[in-house]
């Protein structure tokens, strides 16, 4: 099954570009795959497969049946893709950094899709996926420091969405784009100082470190 790639966090040497804003839900990213006759026949978390056993994800796999594997099946064959992974954020109102509460209800949305073993670009995710509860978009911007700063400082774009995108702004934003070519999708986050501190308070030093810094 395809990863997803690990989204580079705002640098000095990072080029500002015109962005698709995102909500980054705070959660584990979790993998589905699909194809014409074998169907929803995979599932995964970033680095390994799933199946009904899984301890934490195996609510998952009863979420995706239930929620999402009829109308994202209904896209693919209209589209006459012949294969299709999608990327979902399970989440619950308080997980933090991938850990989760037992008993925390749980969700689990759309925020990425790859019918050809790429990611689809932002417009083209919005065009064919927009009409379903995805990851919240906050609008367009030019992604740079200065943006990323608002975000840290919890002055998020799109704070005149509906409350649904508010709430789920917690950790911060995912922007993407189209590189100058048209070819590559770019992509880079910012986090809220809000969930680094509640990070940090919840982790040792080193633990928090890294997670804060993945």
């Known amino acids: 099954m395809k990863q997803y790639p690990s989204i580079p966090r705002l640098t000095n040497t990072t ?4 962005a698709y804003l995102f909500a980054k839900l705070d959660g584990s ?7 014409p006759k074998a169907g929803w026949s995979k599932a995964g978390t ?8 899984d301890p934490v994800f195996a609510p998952a796999l009863a979420l995706f049946e239930s929620d999402w594997a009829e109308s994202l099946t209904r896209i693919a064959q209209g589209q006459r893709w012949q294969r299709l992974t999608v990327f979902l954020e399970f989440y619950g109102r308080h997980s933090l950094a991938g850990l989760h509460q037992a008993g925390d209800p749980k969700s689990l949305t759309l925020f990425d899709a790859a019918p050809f073993g790429g990611l689809l670009g932002p417009a083209e995710f919005l065009r064919f996926f927009g009409d379903l509860a995805i990851a919240p978009f906050l609008g367009q911007a030019r992604f740079d420091a200065a943006l990323a ?40 986050k910012a986090k809220s100082q809000a969930w680094i501190d509640a990070v940090r308070a919840r982790h040792t030093e080193a633990d928090a470190r890294r997670i804060i810094e993945s």
Not at 15 to 18: G, N, V
């Open 46 to 53: 970033r680095h390994r497969l799933l199946d009904p056993t």
């Open 29 to 35: 990213n979790l993998r589905f795959e699909w194809a």
């Open 15 to 18: 080029r500002p570009f015109d």
């Open 149 to 188: 700063q608002t975000v840290r400082v919890g002055e998020f774009p799109g704070s005149e969405a509906p409350a649904r995108a508010a709430q789920a702004v917690f950790e911060g934003v995912v922007a993407k784009g189209m590189s100058p070519n048209g070819r590559d999708v770019l992509m880079a």
